[in-house]
Antibody
């Protein structure tokens, strides 16, 4: 079964760091475009970052320089390292597969709460 | 900056046709994608590349494009279609992804 399972969310103080993981099954992360998308409480979807199958990475302006997307092909897992977190980045963070044919597989999301 | 604009809400009665639009700004439009999101659930793609329907998505969902506006049409709306719908595109540079603000579809 094709599946994505996020983990690593939690409560973190402003300015803190957190690393999210997204474990894939049923397909190879390294052969796909993989994105992180977040959704603040009661708000819409916001794209965060993408890693291309070739390894290129891109970020939303709001997180550039603070977040890093990466993958471990041996673990078939996608990551999002988040540094200098801000209160307004409290959200459910989703990982998703795909890009040019749409994001066709999504995880269930992991909740990040940035609060003092 | 490049933006996708959606109307905040659409209301229709069961059996009617719902049309949800998404407008890009003056920059050339790339393919559009549509996602359905129900409360507490992850989004699901219902249309990709403007008008393609993934397997498992009911035929009542269709997409079209005209100029810099794309439209998601749901024919014969059912109560289960009540959800938030988001359009999405990839910038021509391939370096960033945009989502529209979302449209809440209410089935009366």
């Amino acid at each position: 079964e094709v599946q994505l399972v996020e983990s690593g969310g939690g409560l973190i103080q402003p300015g803190g760091s957190l690393r999210l993981s997204c474990a894939a099954s049923g397909f190879i992360v390294g052969n796909n475009y993989m994105s992180w998308v977040r959704q603040a409480p009661g708000k819409g979807l916001e794209w965060v970052s993408v890693i291309y199958s070739g390894g290129s990475t891109y970020y939303a302006d709001s997180v550039k320089g603070r977040f890093t997307i990466s993958r471990d092909n041996s673990k078939n897992t996608l990551y999002l390292q988040m540094n200098s977190l801000r209160v307004e980045e409290t959200a459910v963070y989703y990982c998703a597969r795909g890009l040019w044919d749409g994001m066709d597989v999504w995880g269930q999301g992991t909740t990040v709460t940035v609060s003092s | 900056s490049y933006e996708l604009t959606q109307s905040p809400s659409v209301s229709v009665s069961p059996g009617q046709t719902a049309r949800i639009t998404c407008s890009a700004d003056a920059l050339p439009k790339q393919y559009a994608y549509w996602y359905q999101q129900k409360p507490g659930q992850a989004p699901v793609v219902v249309i990709y590349k403007d008008s393609e329907r993934p397997s498992g998505i009911p035929e009542r969902f269709s997409g079209s494009s005209s100029g810099t506006t794309v439209t998601l049409t749901i024919s014969g709306v059912q109560a289960e279609d009540e959800a938030d719908y988001y359009c999405q595109t990839v910038h021509t540079s391939g370096t960033y992804v945009l989502f529209g603000g979302g449209t809440k579809l209410t089935v009366l």
